[in-house]
Every structure is written in C-alpha cells, then in structure tokens.
C-alpha cells in the first residue's frame, strides 16, 4: 500500500488536475496522465510501484460496479445486440490481430506470448470511456452501448489472458479444457453475482431505515461479489456488473430517498478519487517501465510502439465497419431498423476504444517465471508496449474525440430529450395527483386535509396555503409519501420501456426524491 503521505499528495493532485481540467478545456483522464508522467521525472518525486492485486482488488471492483448500477437495465437488454457483439467480437479480433503484429515484429517471439499482449491491450475502459466522452453530448444509444460493452468486454479480455498466460507458462493448451473453463467463467460469474444481488437486496430492503447502514452495504457489495467469484474460480468482472445491474434496476424500490441521495454522493466521491488516482498512476509508473527495458533500441521500441497501437486502432475500427455492414444488411433483410442513423455514429463507436485499468493490472500482473523456473519471456516488453497502449489511447484518441465528433456531427438530440424529460414530469406528477385524489375520497378525509394533500403534492406548481402544515395531520403525510412512490413507479415504467434514459430518470427520480425529504422533515 501507499505511505500517508504519498496518498495525501496524490489525492491533492487529483483535485488540482480536475480543477484545472476546466480551464483548459482537457479531459480529466487525460490530464491526469500527463500530469503523472511529468511529476514521475521531477527529482525527489516518491517513486510509486503499482501492484497487481492493489488494482485488481481495490480500484476495479467499485469503478464497475459503479457503471453497471448506473446503467439501466432495460437500455442494456434493448441494445444487447451490439453490446454483445463488440464485448466478445472486437476483443478476441483485437486479441488475434495484435497478437499476429507483434508475433511478426518481435524477433523470437512465440503465438502464446504474443495472445498475451494482444488479450491485455484488447479491451476499452469502462472509466476512461465515461470520464470522456460524458461531457461530449453523445446521442445515449451510443453512449448505452460504450457503456455496456465496457462493462462486459472486461471478462471476455481476461478470460482470453487467463489461457493465453498458462499456455506460456505449462507449455501447453487444450482446446476442450480452455471451453468448458470459459463456460464457467462466464456462467459462473453471471450466476454468482445474482445470488449475491438478490441476497443483498434482501438485506437492504429489510434495513431501509438504518441509511448510514445501507449505505455501507452498498460500499461492501462490490468487493463481496469479487471475490466470491473469483475464489470459485469464476469471473469476478462479470460477478460485480451482474451484481450492479440487479441492485441499480431496484434501487428506487431497495432504498429510500434519504439512502439514495446519501449513498449516490458517497459513490460520485468515491469514483472520482479511484478514476483520479487510476490514471495518475499511469502516468507515474510509466518511466519505471522504460527503465526496466533492456536489449533494445530507441528506434526499435518507436517501431514497436507505432505498429502496437496502430494494430489496436485499426482492428477495433476494421471490426466495428465490418460488424455495422453485416448488422444493417440483415436488419434489412429481416425488416428492422438500423441500431445506427448512419455510419458516423460507427465511426466514432469504433474511435472510442481507450483503454485503462484492466489492461494496466493484467500486464503488472503477468508472471515473473514459467513452470520449469526459466523467467516469463518478454515480460519486460509487454509490460511496456501495454502501458504505452493506454497512455496512446487515452492521449491521442481521447484527445482527438471531440474534434471527431464534431467533424462527424454525431450528437444528441437535446429538443427531443427536454421534451420527453417534460412529458415523463407531467406523467409522474399527474398519476401521484391521482391517487391524492382517489385516497381522499377513499379516506373521507376532512376538507382542510384534502386541501392540504392536494397542496402538498401541488408544491411544485402552487402555492401552499398558510398555516396548512400546521392543520395537518400524520395521516396525511403518508399519503403524500405514497403519491410521490406512484410516481417513482410511473417513472421506472418510462425508463425500462426506453422512453426516457438513465441521465432524464435520474433528473426526475432526484426531484422526487428531496421531495419526499421535504415531506418527511415536516413530521
């Protein structure tokens, strides 16, 4: 672990580069790498040694989680086709191509240890896509499936390292044993993280009121279904998304508002300090990965460099054009629309492949010896030409995507998003105003409670009639609370049938949510 005081001056930094990220108009991932690169060569800078498990435990568990429980799981399911396409497809291609690349630049060096770099470089960030294209106004299909596959590839990427390593080290492979290991992985994984969610839910619905209680739970349950997965010999990557998916889709029904709001600031927190230090890191450990390189040019490491990144570019842009083609010729053929207006939004799906942490922790994490004791060959090179990959994607696309997407003109319909953001408010407000009115009937309520109900839940367009808080009673409370959980149901309804997304339900879901404090503060 990190000395005090290291991780104190470390998390300043963060905070200095997301402050600065503002002003001059840089993405934060970006700026933070090159803010780490340049500080690793200032003299007395504490040298900073990552480790393996630090990242594979510490960082990745929570950064996933927090993108699967923010993604809705009805967008998921509605663009599984590409998700699932570029989650498996454009990972195992990227594998193959950069595995061959660097098999034919490489003097000596062997298909399986070549796999090895190509299955560490081949999957996109979940992190580093949010982090930047985010700010970009990205139409939210695109976003949907950036999004989804980097939740998913992570696996599929790790899966092909975990083979590709031990044919290097056993000096063999079976075909047989690596498919029904991958069956496992995968079906493992997905199985362990919905016990663990559905078990987990239980929980938190039963302590709804203990807030501080649930929202520690919440801080706990990615690590849990990690290393649940990962101690049965499964994916911990795809144990922690299932997991997330299953808790995020319920979390307007497993927690209330005070639990919801309190536990999204601790979450936003927390990920932008892992996000921050992630790619500080990246950039600090860089140098050290220079200096252990031996027995090469300056010229050759260009060389290999150049051909590396220009592979994992390519590939994902070669597979992302040819899977959009095939996609749209049998859409056609079957009747069905296109997932993409046009071939831009492919174009910029395709740009969008910046890799980051699990590349990072997969390539410090490679062995130091084979079986018969002989040192991992090219060890010291893959490490290199991994880390050279991410700080390449992260700087030279990052840096190039919203010029991309400007020149493209890809963006997102912001007149369409305000319209059915004020059609998704009307339809909440008027089913909780209904059923207001349905319970005052119901209930035979007193005229200055009636009154007061439907003022209460009016707030928002009318005026409160004076002294009407202090006339009501307790009842009438519960029934205000019960109109703003109808329209809690309306809005989830609008989201799962996709006319709303995640960002307008969260807006709204807020609004509800300070809301129902308000009302609860009166009591």
């Given at each position: ?10 998390l300043?930094?963060?905070?200095v580069?997301?402050l ?7 993405s934060?991932p970006i ?34 989680y927090?993108?699967a ?10 663009f599984?086709?590409?998700i699932?396409?570029?989650a498996?497809g454009?990972?195992?291609v990227?594998?193959?191509?950069v595995g061959?690349?660097a ?6 060096m062997t298909?399986?240890?070549?796999l ?7 999957p ?8 930047i294209?985010q700010?970009?106004?990205l139409?939210?299909r695109l ?15 790790l899966?092909a ?19 029904l ?17 559905w078990?987990?839910g ?13 929202v520690?739970?919440t ?20 144990a922690?998304?299932?997991?997330g998916?299953?808790i995020g ?5 497993l ?7 309190s ?21 600090l450990?860089l140098?050290l990965?220079l200096?252990?390189?031996r027995?090469?040019?300056?010229s050759?490491l260009?060389?290999?460099?150049f051909?590396?990144n220009?592979?994992v ?50 390539a410090?994490?490679?062995p ?8 991992f060959?090219y060890?010291?090179l893959?490490?290199f ?10 700087v030279v ?5 919203p ?9 997102g319909?912001?007149?369409d ?14 089913a ?5 009115l ?12 009636t ?17 009407a808080r ?7 409370h ?15 309804e ?17 609004d509800?949510?300070?809301?129902e ?7």
């Open positions: 672990m990190l000395p005090f005081e290291t991780l104190l001056l470390l300043g930094l963060v905070t580069c997301a600065l990220a503002k002003y001059v108009r840089m934060e700026l933070m790498t090159l803010m780490g690169l340049v500080l690793s060569y200032l003299p007395g800078f504490p040298a900073i040694e990552l480790k393996p498990e630090l990242i594979f435990l510490v960082f990745l568990p929570p950064i996933l927090s993108a429980w923010y993604t809705s799981f009805g967008q998921f399911r509605r599984a086709e590409p699932m396409v570029m498996g454009s990972v195992l990227t594998t193959v191509v061959a690349a098999m034919w630049l490489v003097p000596g298909w399986p240890v070549a090895t770099l190509g299955a560490i470089v081949s996109p960030d979940a992190a580093a896509a949010t982090a294209t700010p970009l106004g139409p939210r976003i949907t499936v950036l999004e989804g596959e980097s939740l998913v590839n992570d696996a599929t990427a899966v390292y975990r083979f590709a390593v031990a044919a290097v080290v056993s000096g063999t492979f079976s075909v047989a044993e690596a498919s290991q991958f069956v496992w992985v995968a079906l493992g994984g997905v199985g362990i993280g919905l016990a663990l969610g078990l987990i239980q929980i938190h619905a039963r302590f709804q009121a203990e807030s501080a209680v649930d520690t739970l801080l706990i349950t990615p690590y849990l279904s990690y290393m649940a997965a990962e101690h049965a010999h499964a994916s911990g990557v795809l922690v998304v299932t997991t998916l299953y889709g319920r979390a307007s029904i927690h209330t508002a005070r639990t919801r709001r536990a999204i600031a601790v979450w936003d927190w927390l990920v932008f300090v892992l996000n921050g230090l992630i790619f500080l890191l990246i950039g450990h140098p990965m200096r252990q390189i027995g090469y040019s300056w050759e260009a060389l290999y460099v051909v590396v220009l592979a570019i390519g590939a994902r842009l070669g597979f992302v054009a040819l899977a959009d083609t095939v996609s749209n010729t049998v859409r056609r053929k079957l009747g069905l629309s296109r997932i993409f207006p046009d071939f831009a939004y492919a174009v910029v799906l395709g740009w969008t492949g910046l890799r980051g942490i699990v590349s990072l922790a997969a410090l994490a490679l130091l010896t084979l079986a018969n004791g002989q040192p060959p060890r010291n893959i490490l030409l991994s880390f050279s990959v991410i700080v390449v994607t992260l696309q990052g840096g190039l995507l010029w991309l997407i400007r020149r493209l003109g890809v963006s319909d912001t007149s998003v305000t319209e059915r953001e004020y059609e998704a408010r009307q339809r909440a407000f008027e909780g105003r209904a059923y207001v349905r319970e005052t009937d119901r209930q035979r309520l007193p005229a200055h409670i009154n007061y109900l439907r003022a209460m839940h009016d707030l928002r367009t009318a005026a409160e009639p004076e002294g202090q006339r009501a009673e307790k009842a009438s519960q029934v205000v609370l019960e109109a703003l959980n109808e329209e809690r149901r309306v809005l989830i609008l989201r799962e049938s996709g006319f709303i997304d995640d960002e307008i339900f969260r807006r709204i879901e807020r509800i949510d300070l809301e404090l308000n009302v609860i503060g009166t009591e």
